[in-house]
């Protein structure tokens, strides 16, 4: 009896030992598998998803996990960013990382410098999820991958479910570009990944491309909890929309003209949690943009009104920007835009341009759009290059209004800036009427050290611009 005490009492602690705050998802034996990092959570292989310019471990967590991390190089340095997040960390050893991750959150852990990252992505498990069979529902399962084809359309009143371990191949599209007919009422949510990596590259021109995940005049959208990886051109583009939520997406590209998220003449958008890593611009503001859509009509005011991203990770490449509002701006205002408690933590420099002007906090208005109400608020910036804040009014390649517009009342306000290297600000107008105005840097700390006392910048006041006011 007491021997059978005892192997119970072992057999418990065996399987007590095991349990874990996160659950992995299971691939198909054919999905893509790195060939670089091997995860471990809570001792349970965790499938890392490769792509060409980083890996991806998507997996739900709901408590304290320990995440191991073996790399097929000796680890000479490495950096778990968000840097705010305070990782504790530690090398086990010459190959392999050990961290704990206590809630969901999106890491950038970089070995050896920022060539190829791999990125966590912690996800709060998924309450009440759909179920195949549903109405209106289009169920991608786990453990299969699954070919979409090119701009799937989808109709109003559809939700889609991608299951975390579900690898979808191809891109949607919701809308008509040529007439913009109304639609309304488009979920797309789970864990699972979207891969645009088999449509070729609009910049390459080599046959039929699309957007990842294009909207056209749509009401209620709401996106949530799914990877996107090497879209071929624009992302998430969403013209002409009203009441958008987008929740704890992932974009990862390294693809000219794949900007990670693009408002487009929209209205009260909500961007949060996310994880924004691409080539090109990752948060992209405009007005009546016609590259896609055939139906704006530039006679119409198309504003961009009430705009808030918070709580998201950014990380731009050697293309566009990090936060960039511009630079087709052919719509008569762009106003009420919020930029709050986000970490970018890389904005880098394309080396082969001996001068830049693209940076973390951009403004261009290359077209009449009158931009005003901007709050950049509690933002941290750590691994900056090139422009810190790039605001200006032009003619530019991409402008298609005969007249040039404003730049007025825009605030930044607790910025925390870590960088290795000088950085560069601007502020120039067009004409006396066409002037940017009303800047205000409150709590700007470069290094440590207030904006106005940093000797790591340097700015430039150009023609019809006021000089910032610092508080």
């Given at each position: 009896m007491k021997k059978l005490f005892i192997a119970a009492f072992l057999a418990f602690g065996a399987i007590a030992s095991f349990a874990s705050n996160a659950t992995v998802y299971k691939y198909s034996p054919d999905a893509p598998k790195s060939k670089r990092y091997v995860l471990t959570l809570d001792s349970q292989d965790c499938h890392v998803y490769p792509t060409p310019l980083a890996d991806i471990a998507p997996f739900d967590i709901d408590g304290k996990t320990v995440a191991v991390v073996k790399v097929n190089e000796q680890i000479k340095s490495f950096d778990i960013r968000p840097l705010s997040k305070k990782i504790v960390s530690k090398l086990l050893d010459d190959k392999t990382l050990q961290f704990e991750i206590s809630e969901p959150c999106n890491l950038s852990v970089e070995i050896n410098g920022i060539g190829h990252p791999l990125f966590i992505f912690a996800n709060p498990p998924i309450k009440n999820p759909p179920k195949k069979g549903d109405k209106n529902v289009m169920f991608f399962e786990a453990g299969k991958l699954h070919d979409l084809g090119l701009r799937k359309q989808l109709p109003s009143n559809t939700t889609v479910y991608i299951e975390g371990g579900a690898v979808v191949y191809g891109s949607f599209r919701i809308g008509d570009r040529e007439t913009g007919s109304q639609m309304e009422n488009v979920r797309i949510c789970g864990n699972g990944i979207i891969s645009c990596e088999?449509?070729?590259?609009?910049?390459?021109?080599?046959?039929?491309?699309?957007?990842?995940?294009?909207?056209?005049?749509?009401?209620?959208?709401?996106?949530?909890?799914?990877?996107?990886?090497?879209?071929?051109?624009?992302?998430?583009?969403?013209?002409?929309?009203?009441?958008?939520?987008?929740?704890?997406?992932?974009?990862?590209?390294?693809?000219?003209?794949d900007d990670g998220i693009d408002v487009?003449?929209?209205?009260?958008?909500?961007?949060?949690?996310?994880?924004?890593?691409?080539?090109?611009?990752?948060?992209?503001?405009?007005?009546?943009?016609?590259?896609?859509?055939?139906?704006?009509?530039h006679s119409l005011p198309n504003n961009v009104e009430n705009v808030t991203v918070r709580k998201c990770v950014v990380w731009n490449s050697i293309w566009g920007n990090g936060l960039e509002i511009g630079f087709e701006t052919r719509g008569d205002e762009i106003k009420n835009i919020v930029f709050e408690d986000i970490d970018i933590i890389h904005t880098q420099r394309n080396p082969k341009w001996k001068e830049g002007k693209e940076g973390t906090f951009t403004i261009h208005n290359g077209d009449r759009a009158k931009i005003h109400n901007v709050l950049y608020k509690n933002i941290r910036v750590e691994d900056p290059e090139n422009y810190l804040i790039d605001i200006r009014i032009m003619f530019s390649r991409y402008s298609k209004d005969k007249t040039r517009g404003k730049v007025c009342d825009i605030r930044f306000e607790d910025i925390y800036v870590t960088t290795k290297e000088p950085l560069k600000n601007i502020f120039e107008g067009f004409s006396e009427e066409c002037s940017?105005?009303?800047?205000?840097?409150?709590?700007?700390?470069?290094?440590?050290?207030?904006?106005?006392?940093?000797?790591?910048?340097?700015?430039?006041?150009?023609?019809?611009?006021e000089i910032p006011l610092v508080e």
């Open positions: 088999k449509i070729p590259p609009a910049i390459e021109k080599r046959g039929p491309s699309s957007q990842g995940i294009e909207f056209h005049n749509t009401s209620n959208i709401n996106l949530k909890g799914f990877c996107i990886v090497q879209s071929p051109n624009w992302t998430i583009p969403m013209f002409a929309c009203r009441d958008v939520h987008i929740d704890n997406i992932k974009t990862v590209s390294e693809i000219g003209w487009v003449s929209c209205k009260n958008v909500l961007i949060e949690n996310c994880f924004l890593r691409n080539k090109d611009d990752c948060i992209a503001i405009k007005a009546g943009v016609g590259y896609a859509p055939k139906y704006f009509n940017v105005s009303g800047i205000t840097l409150k709590n700007v700390f470069i290094n440590g050290k207030p904006f106005a006392e940093s000797k790591d910048i340097s700015v430039e006041i150009g023609k019809y611009a």
